[in-house]
């Protein structure tokens, strides 16, 4: 008798095992949904510039931006605010700004620990061939965010940044950023809550996102795109500094 309760305990416990191992899914598991979900590794390759037309709310203020990014070459922000135009670029390994609003009229090298710390927005295509750019993921267990099932997966950028991903268990979209940088010395945590995914050529972005800083306290900026380009030609001398 006391064999055959053995049995049946060891039977519900390997079953259990079983069970438990065929629901849990592994870090390369989520990251490939994940992808899949975004529009797939064939689109992701293909992938190589946008251009992004949007409006920021900050502070009650309506303000225009353009971003445009070419694949780990090049990125450039143009934004009018009360009528100056702010452009910041990042061009490969290096950076620049014009920014009237702070007597800056004419272009100026951006700072290294700037310029490091916006190199990953030349990356479109997030965690799709991961390894391949030098990057190491670690799966930091389950959440629940706002209602929503997440997968909390951490991610060592080259430029010794980490980004944290909150990815949904139900669509696998990033629902969550949260990014830690180190400027002037400090370390500056951003948070960029993402919303209303959409598909533009067969590839998902989020069209609204939220996002709060630590250099800024207590101010929120959202974000709205109006308009999104996949592929476009773009002249790459936009991203060389002027020599005036």
């Given at each position: 008798m006391r064999n055959k309760t053995f049995l049946k305990s060891l039977v519900v416990l390997v079953i259990a095992g079983i069970s438990t191992s065929s629901f849990a899914q592994t870090l390369d598991e989520i990251v490939a949904k994940h992808v899949t979900a975004m529009g797939g590794a064939d689109k992701l390759s293909r992938l190589k510039s946008i251009k992004i037309t949007a409006?920021?709310?900050?502070?009650?203020?309506?303000?225009?931006?353009?971003?445009?990014?070419?694949?780990?070459?090049?990125?450039?922000?143009?934004?009018?605010?009360?009528?100056?135009?702010?452009?910041?670029?990042?061009?490969?390994?290096?950076?620049?700004?014009?920014?009237?609003?702070s007597g800056q009229s004419k272009a100026a090298p951006l700072p290294e620990d700037v310029v490091k710390s916006m190199s990953a927005e030349t990356d479109l295509t997030g965690l799709y061939n991961y390894k391949e750019k030098g990057q190491s993921l670690t799966l930091d267990g389950e959440e629940d965010l706002a209602g929503a099932k997440v997968y909390k997966i951490t991610v060592n950028l080259k430029n010794g940044a980490k980004r944290t991903n909150y990815i949904s268990k139900d669509t696998y979209y990033i629902l969550k950023v949260v990014a830690k940088v180190n400027l002037n010395g400090q370390e500056v945590q951003s948070t960029n809550t993402q919303s209303d995914f959409r598909q533009i050529e067969g590839i998902t972005y989020p069209f609204t996102s939220e996002v709060e800083t630590s250099a800024m306290p207590g101010a929120t900026m959202a974000m709205k795109i109006k308009n999104l380009e996949i592929n476009p030609k773009i002249d790459e001398t936009i991203f060389v500094m002027p020599k005036e």
């Open positions: 409006e920021m709310d900050v502070m009650n203020m309506q303000i225009p931006v353009t971003t445009t990014i070419v694949q780990q070459r090049g990125f450039r922000s143009e934004t009018t605010v009360q009528g100056s135009k702010i452009i910041q670029v990042i061009d490969n390994d290096k950076g620049w700004a014009i920014n009237p609003m």
